[in-house]
């Protein structure tokens, strides 16, 4: 730190006064949002366990080169897993621990992709084989079923495995360009097998896309296999970011696989080249997909936690404008304007956090179903877990930026910790289902509902409220001044008037055209916003569910109510011409709610430090000099600069060759590079 | 190129097929874009330069380290000074030649504010001084105004310049940490000298903030002057994007500046410390501002043209399912949900475009007004650039991004020259004004010219609408089908009557309250509303009267007609609330201009290529695999990434550390850094 003064090591709080006004108890806070006691506790362990670790240490990520950050997330992976085998972590604990290392790395997709498919796909024999060498990492996997010219589509991927019964071998190859397997995350330099998604060809005849392990690196040595072309696909967006993943590029020149390494749970190949799929019911894939999907909701809780944290903390130390008369300036966070950009944001975080809640237990429902053979909410749970990782993913990257965009021109920085967050989440809107994508899927389950509703079937869980639909479209709200928009049931029946109409309005639509899939295709823009209308439904009446629980620590059911209430209406609100169109509200009604909202803003104004605080994040996982839990802004953004590598020499690199030049007129003479 | 075989030399052109199709005369539409036949010949002759000189290339920016990317960015600036020295370029030729460069260097906050700023604020002998210096770089300036501690309130500002009468001097001076000069372009390393913002004290008195003139780096050598602090401030958001630019920190302690060195037009100090005003005008000042203003408005085009034309012709190359009985997967362009996203943004860049042009007219008219002291419609003019830098620069930076999102995967690797883009443009939303506080200010004028109009007074330019206010506020519109939705003159009055209604009702609670300030606070986010109603309605109104005027060149006036009334018709149904909350809409109203909206989607289709085109980017200014004119996107990303430098070697730097401990369970052994 160079011409300012060292601080000295006392420790400051410069949020101590926002803190001490909180009117609830953070601990209970903590606790809830943690998920439990025990949840609390594993967390605050193993976060202060990497917090504490220099090996994790991730100050200079975006200032280092890609090649130094990839070797580094090598390192720090390898380090992990020796942690984990020391220190003998269960699962739970290792998960927690690849989370708070935050850099995203083989691992994720070899225990998320690559060992979560061989469970689903792979029959028992091969379990056994391929798990027993994934568990232990003698070999690491990833998941290649992308390519090139296809994304979304996956019955369009190219790669072709043509069945050889004469050496009991399957071919795989890329026939294109386009058929090159390209994103695979792990792919690109660390894998050494890859789970690939090719079309399967045998006797001739094309069976559609399965799933191959194919080796593609040497175990000794690591090189590439004879005819395998790998490789790193490029830089990504964004400093730091998701460039410590290796997603790679891949192409086979007829390369043979033996039979045996077909995932063969669903359907087999026989010795003799016969196709055969097995009786085992292709439902069963849906638990895992319900899952992964839990995960992405509750992740989009976490990342939109810790923007939030860092625009509400650095928003509370900030100050701007309106000091007058020697006072200090006003506190950003005092602002209208800013809190209306911010709360929503604050009670969205909690909100995905408690949805995130319902989807574990979702998970286990489903669970318990497939296993009792019961598919019959399958589609309803398809829907609502597609509509659900949408909103959530597509809310909190945008919430993410938003927040960055409040912290003003300091948030521009890496320092902030806002641009790299930004960079590393965005990638969840696109994987796992494009977000456009997976609504309009919603979209067809809502018309598929309606008509099943029209002939008499009831609808069931997340969908249950189209049962009367009769009723939806036609009341009124009744709301005739602010307060009234508190009642949860006004709340609910808004939510659920709205989605039944724009349901309705699109399935109407559908039904009198001539040509209903030319008919939906016009009509995907308005689809699209109805499917959004119903997920966030979705989480506005599991938000509500849950507010109205008792829960221990004081204070703690209060703040929930309040951000419930602020969730809510602040979706109406935004999207308040959805309500007015049909008549369901009334101008004034939107303006009731407007002012309500004001009023929330105001309750949450004493305890927003606090509330942030609960989701306990560590400043090491924060990574952030405006967010940090001191508030000691200013000193680390300074003290931060000085390590920036333009800053090693006092007289800039370049100087003679461009800068001396241009200064002193000789751009022709004999120091020049120009 | 590995793994594929080349493609041979011969020219390909995928989107030829596109080209065929267009409806208009693309390159009358290229010359109206420019500005006019000499504007297009000059920017087509000085972006072949740039783009054929090999010191401009820019493929690798992404992939560098932040110190080669700026002594690069050095090593451009210079060359490029070079040539505009070989060349006696014009300056016209010489800012599109920084422009088309493409990489933000000390140069640009050289000639676009420190220079600025001189002929604003000095007098004509300080003139005479110093820019006979600047014009031929024989010292490069900044612009130090922004602290640390303090953005957008410059009335804030802590920095001291103390004069001492007794040497005839100013002693500047950063009394605490937040008084850090911080962000200033070009001061991190380049500058030899800046214009410091300081608080200025003379006789003990404080007399607010005002410029100064500080040398900060010798003409010798380069090192910081005695008692100078002076360093880049660290690594900003995105790869490349602005951390080419050494945004810097600056620090004094006590350093004296002769007396002459305070920028002394509109006030000086005297040898006996007396303060004096100059009796100019301050209002001459405005001129710059609306220089400044009009400047970052076309710039706003101009970038998100180039994000549009990425996204179209890419969304033209990929396809994307239904893909039926072999025929090849849909374009994804024809997708009414890509439509719907990407078509208003292609619009919204020829709005843009227009409302520069017209705010190149109204610099022209104000600078004659103010030449004849004419000080009467400054307030409006202030209003109307504030608020069209506001809404201007955010609505390209969500473009930009909305773009990439378009582009699906292969949008996040910076081959598609989409984050770069981004991270390269946001800081426009906050830099010049922060856009939420400028639409404030537009909500500010907004209020007053009301109630001026209650007191008869004629409101003026860009707010005459509102001298029509009892009618706006009482009529209803009269749209019965989808195509009334044309009709300019109903357009117009919708947008008219939104934004008169809006600020009416800002204006009636403001009113009705006993603090008006407090109440201005508390309504703060519904006037940040309104302020945006009325800037959408000055960039409606500037398109309609565009297209109605006669233009040469076959189909380019009916171009303008479609992407004018989709411009208008996509913000009216985005904000449909606004015009339905007060009635001035009914619901069916919305879906007639939703349903027309569908109708020019169809209209433009076929004319989506040749219509980004028109703006005529060459492939080095776009730096993007996605976007390339010849359409052949996917042999150039597979090209790019064997450059990552990840691939240089096959086998990945760390193995042996890292990652073969892991893969051979030998974590302790005598390989692993573990």
Redesign the interface.
Known sequence: M???EERGVKEVDYLAEERAGAQFHVHSMKIFLAGGQHEYEVSTRIANLVANDPVFAKEDR??????EL??NS??K???A??II?EKGLTEEESMRMRAFIDEPNYTDLHWGMFITALKGQATEEQQHKWLRQAY?????GCYAQ?E??????VQ?LETTATFDPSTDEFVLNSPT??S?K??PGGL???S?HALVYARLITDSQDYGVHAFIAQIRS?D????LPNV?V?????????GG?NSM?NG?L?F?HVRIPRENMLMKLARVTEQGKYERSNKPRQLGYGAMVYIRQGIVAEASVYLSRAVTIAVRYSAVR???G?KDDKA?VQVID???QQ?RLFPLLATAYAYRIVGFWMKWLYADVTERLNNNDFSNLPEVHACTAGLKSITTSVTADGI?QC??LC??HG????SGL?ELY?AY??A???EG?N?ILL?QVARFLLKTLTQVASGTKPVGTAAYLGNVQHLTSVNCEVSQGKDWLNPSVLLEAFEARSARMAVACAMHVAEAPDSELAF??????L?EAARAHCQLIVVSKFIEQAQKDLPGEGVKQQLEVLCNLYALSLLTT???DF????YLT?TQ??HA?DQQ?ALFSCVRPNAVALVDAFDHTDHYLGSALGRYDGDV??H??K?????????S??????H?????????Q??GPT???
């Open positions: 160079e011409g300012i975006a200032r280092i080169s890609r090649k990839y070797k090598l390192k992976a390898g380090h897993w020796k085998l232990k990492l003698a070999i690491i992308t090139l010219g296809h994304g979304s589509n369009g360009l386009t090159t390209w994103w690109g330099k660390a050494t175990l040595d690591h090189i590439p072309t490789g790193d696909i490029g830089v990504k967006f964004g400093n998701y290796d590029l192409r020149d100050r701007q404008f000091g300036e602002y209208r304007t209306h930026e960055r965009k003003g021109g521009y920085l890496c320092a641009p960079a965005v990638p809107c696109t994987y494009d456009t309009l295709e016009e009509l995907s823009p308005e699209v999207h308040s011409s007015l169109a049909t008549g101008g939107v303006s407007k004001k200013y000193t953004l300074y931060g600069a000085w390590k920036d590598p333009l800053n090693e006092v007289v800039t690199e370049g100087y060759e461009y800068l001396r030049p241009v200064l002193t007129q751009l022709w020049s590079k120009l």
